[in-house]
Nanobody
């Protein structure tokens, strides 16, 4: 089970921090990630972390503004979002890969479970 939190309303240029905690059965974690989906849009990759290596990955539109971090023992990932823009407005979902399927961290098909989503709204 994944529980996401931290969304809200912020003005352009502001910051928000999202958090996602995994709970339940202890499974090997291969990766955790954030995706987002705006109204009427497809799910977009935001950031991910290779759990075994600690390597972060970022979507092109957020690189340099967002930072993903993790608390490895607690299976928590955070997403620090700075310099927010109105186009960052979306529902943000966290996902977890517990099967280690082939495929890049940027693809939603890799992730086995998803959180409920948290709304981020950036006003201009």
């Amino acid at each position: 089970q994944l529980q996401a939190s931290g969304g809200g309303l912020v003005q352009a240029g502001g910051s928000l921090r999202l958090s996602c905690a995994a709970s339940g059965r202890t499974l090997t974690t291969y990766g955790m990630a954030w995706f987002r989906q705006g109204s009427g849009e497809e799910r977009e990759f935001v950031a991910a972390i290779d759990w075994l290596r600690g390597t972060p990955y970022y979507g092109r539109s957020v690189k340099g503004r967002f930072t993903i971090s993790r608390d490895e023992p607690e299976k928590i990932i955070d997403l620090q979002m700075n310099s927010l823009k109105p186009e960052d407005t979306a529902v943000y979902y966290c996902g977890i890969d517990v099967t280690g399927d082939a495929g890049g961290f940027r693809y939603p098909e890799r992730y086995d479970y998803w959180g409920q989503g948290t709304q981020v709204t950036v006003s201009s």
